[in-house]
């Protein structure tokens, strides 16, 4: 069978800046049909500058974009209809109201009118009893979701969404999501960014991890926690005990503060963890055991490893 040519290719793009600061280095990204694809970095890292750069309002230096199979230099307007753009910055002091301003952007792509359209994306972002509202009267949250709307006006194939939560509280995060969930269902390719790894890795498929211009990796998301990830192993005791036994030293073991734990980093992708035998150790050293919980290493550990590698 043939494999899906990718939405979004993007081959050894550079980006220097005029101000001669290069902010993206030889960049190789391809992005699937329909995946949520999460660019996870810090501040700085290049990942606006990206997403500019693939919608085209920002030049590329050297290298190129493919869009649905458009080159974005050469093809612009084809390129761009099919994609929608939550910026991260957003300009929304505006005095029309919620229904305009959404059906305007529509028809900036060159759309014909569909009220329908407007009013499901509307319902769907929880924002259709504010549709006669002037923006600037919105809160943050909802001028966001706006945003949103304003980029599925034009029935993307594929949406950018720049930080799409700096802001947004916990209960309209969730909707959020189910929003891009839905989105992802009908069959619209997702590219978030995002600082916060709980919401990568609560949401994409898979995750390209940027730093200084550059994509450190590029992995399922599944496969990233599973190469990466730890699992600490805690192991509760009857009693306390002051100090970790010689004889278990070659475990590495971390004393918990109270003295009423042992702490146990294994690999999950060694062929034996070592589990039995350190238990079988632990009751050879007179130490009882009362419970056992294992931990999985979050993202969030495994992104400060890889952005503090040398
Ligand atoms: N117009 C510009 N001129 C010069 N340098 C720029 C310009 N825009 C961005 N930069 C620089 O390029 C680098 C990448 O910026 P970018 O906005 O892409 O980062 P980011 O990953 O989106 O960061 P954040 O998480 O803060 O949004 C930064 O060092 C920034 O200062
Ligand atoms: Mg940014």
């Known amino acids: 069978m043939l494999a899906m040519p990718p939405i979004i290719s993007v081959s050894n793009l550079s980006k220097t800046y005029g101000s001669g600061f290069k902010a993206l280095n030889n960049i190789n990204l391809d992005i699937k049909r329909g995946e949520i694809f999460a660019l996870l970095g810090p501040n700085g890292a290049g990942k606006t500058t990206l997403i500019s750069i693939i919608c085209g309002i920002a030049n590329l230096s050297e290298g190129n974009v493919m869009v649905g199979g458009h080159d974005i230099n050469r093809d612009y307007r084809a390129a761009r209809s099919l994609i929608g753009l939550v910026p991260q910055e957003l300009h929304t002091d505006s005095f029309e109201t919620v229904w305009a301003t959404v059906s305007f952007s529509r028809g900036l792509f060159g ?51 720049d930080e799409p939560t700096a802001g947004v509280d916990v209960e309209l995060r969730k909707g959020m999501w189910d929003v891009v969930r839905g989105l992802q269902a009908s ?30 990796l590029v992995e399922d998301k599944a496969g990233l926690m599973h190469k990466l990830g730890k699992k600490e192993l805690k192991v509760h005791l009857q009693g306390r005990i002051d100090a970790i036994p010689a004889s278990l030293a070659a475990y590495n073991l971390e ?56």
């Open 111 to 161: 759309k014909p009118k569909n009220p329908a359209h407007i009013e499901k994306v509307l319902k769907d972002l929880s924002l259709w009893d504010k549709k006669d509202s002037k923006i600037i009267t919105l809160s943050g949250g909802m001028k966001r979701r706006v945003m949103i709307a304003k980029a599925l006006s034009h029935e993307p194939q594929i949406l950018f969404l």
């Open 187 to 216: 069959g619209v390719t997702i590219i978030l960014t995002t600082h916060y790894i709980q919401e990568a890795e609560e949401m994409a498929d898979r995750i390209g991890v940027i730093n200084k211009g550059e994509i450190i």
């Open 255 to 310: 004393l918990s503060d109270d003295g009423h734990a042992v702490i146990y980093d294994y690999d999950t992708k060694g062929d034996r963890t070592g589990i039995t035998s350190l238990l079988n150790d632990l009751r050879n050293a007179g130490i009882r055991i009362s419970d056992l919980d294992t931990r999985q290493s979050s993202l969030e550990d495994i992104f400060v490893s890889l952005v503090r590698a040398p």
